[in-house]
């Protein structure tokens, strides 16, 4: 039909818009609004996020319980002990600790390779270019973040600094029994949080959703230990954050793995301060720390990670790590898409 002022009306939609652009944009808002009624799947056909990060977390719960009750077994076997006094012991790292880096090693491997077509790289646990040079700055950034709450706290002369009169021998023993003790309780912890669970959400074009739930369960995990403050869960939490933007940073857990574990050694093995509420690990420090208070500040008796000092040291570590460029940033695979950090990632939820 011609109009009044001689233009044909019927090829046109109602904006006015008779490109063919207007046509394959309508199409694409369809797509997108058909995509976004699909309760299971997105696009690609892959499992959305939540769906992945539950099956990851069903099969890992179930995983960690076979693996522990082995591992416990096992020991009590070949040691000729009992479960409670394995248990009671620094053998139970070994068995927590190793159910959980097993369990999240093979789940996440199997989620990654079976709901995302992932290769066992993308965990982030595998040596790339540059990883050693990430694991050594991210123990210097640790031990450094926790002298730094220290610090704080003798400003105040709330925390005070000796020497451990124990001998050299019982000190040396204490510095590299503990060292590989929490060398591998924080790769287990790194594995169980900052791999596939915050990964395949980070995949999801959800890194910020993936930081939080990671680091609140992160937190968590932590409650039953002894000798709790106000500020714990917070503290954790806020731990997690910064072991998550490490992740963040480089794509890869080296660097997180760095910071766990060096501020856990520094803090039980170096300064004698109790490690979340616990002090078996490290029975024989280079340093004593006794606690002056207040609480609010040092964390009390569970140690400097449940106070205000710890609170304002990690702030500033996260804001350094987030802004330093020393780091080596591992490579992705080749075909995933960016996400909102501008980093690569892997198919999208929409």
């Not at 056909?45 to 977390?57: D, Y």
Request: hydrophobic share 50%.
């Amino acid at each position: 039909m011609r109009r009044p002022d001689g233009a044909f009306s019927g090829s046109r939609n109602q904006s006015g818009d008779t490109s063919p652009h207007s046509k394959y944009g309508l199409n694409a808002r369809i797509a997108t609004f058909m995509d976004s009624l699909n309760f299971f799947t997105d696009r690609e056909g892959h499992l959305r996020s939540g769906w992945r990060l539950a099956i990851f977390c069903v099969a890992f719960m179930i995983c960690g319980q076979v693996t522990q009750f082995v591992l416990l077994r096992s020991l009590a076997l070949i040691l000729h002990r009992s479960i409670q006094e394995i248990d009671a012991s620094n053998w139970a790292v070994l068995s927590g600790h190793g159910s959980i880096l097993f369990s999240s090693l093979v789940v996440g491997w199997g989620c990654g390779a079976l709901l995302e077509e992932l290769p066992l790289s993308e965990l982030g646990c595998t040596p790339h270019k540059g990883w050693l040079k990430n694991l050594l700055i991210g123990s210097l950034i640790g031990m450094a973040s926790l002298f730094l709450a220290t610090l704080l706290a003798t400003f105040r002369h709330a925390i005070q600094i000796s020497f451990n009169p124990a001998g050299a021998g019982a000190i040396l023993q204490t510095l590299i029994v503990s060292m590989l003790i929490f060398v591998f309780a924080a790769v287990a912890e790194e594995m169980m949080f900052r791999s596939y669970p915050l990964q395949t959400l980070v995949r999801a074009n959800l890194p910020f959703s993936g930081v939080l739930l990671t680091s609140l369960a992160f937190a968590a995990v932590h409650l039953p230990n002894p000798n709790l403050s106000p500020f714990t869960f917070i503290n954790t939490a806020l731990a997690g954050i910064w072991l998550a933007v490490a992740y963040l940073r480089t794509r890869s857990l080296w660097l997180s793995f760095g910071l766990h574990w060096s501020w856990n050694w520094a803090q039980g093995s170096l300064l004698g301060l109790p490690v979340s509420g616990i002090e078996r690990f490290a029975p024989a420090p280079l340093l004593k720390g006794v606690d002056l208070g207040p609480d609010w500040l040092t964390g009390g008796k569970y140690g400097i990670e449940g106070g205000l000092a710890c609170t304002i040291a990690l702030m500033i570590s996260i804001a350094v790590i987030w802004n330093l460029k020393l780091f080596v940033r591992a490579d992705v695979t080749a075909s995933q898409k960016p996400d909102r950090l501008g980093a690569p990632a892997g198919h999208q939820d929409s």
